[in-house]
């Protein structure tokens, strides 16, 4: 009997697994570079520092002026929970408001 269920199974794991890759979010990718990029102390979060070298980066690419009070302002509007640092979730969020 189980070897009958066997490829069944697989058939169906299979399926659901090329299902979910059908789901995935076209920006995560762009999302676990930038994170992999500017997280520098892998500590899980991006602190500060670490989001002002990211908004210099991303003025610097689009041609906009970079300054301080636009990147407080943008910080606290991702970190919704006011720890004083961006989760990848947080980080997440506001890498789709700005691409979308």
Request: net charge negative; hydrophobic share 25%.
């Amino acid at each position: 009997m189980s070897e009958n269920q066997g490829p069944h199974q697989h058939h169906r794991r299979h399926h659901q697994q090329h299902h979910s890759e059908e789901k995935r979010d076209p920006h995560e990718d762009i999302i676990e570079d930038l994170w992999a990029t500017y997280d520098k102390d892998h500590n899980s979060k991006i602190d500060r520092e670490e989001f002002g070298k990211f908004m210099k980066d991303i003025c610097e690419i689009t041609g906009r002026k970079f300054t301080h009070a636009a990147q407080d302002k943008l910080f606290k509007k991702a970190d919704l929970d006011s720890s004083g640092y961006l989760s990848k979730q947080q980080f997440a969020r506001l890498i789709k408001e700005v691409i979308v």
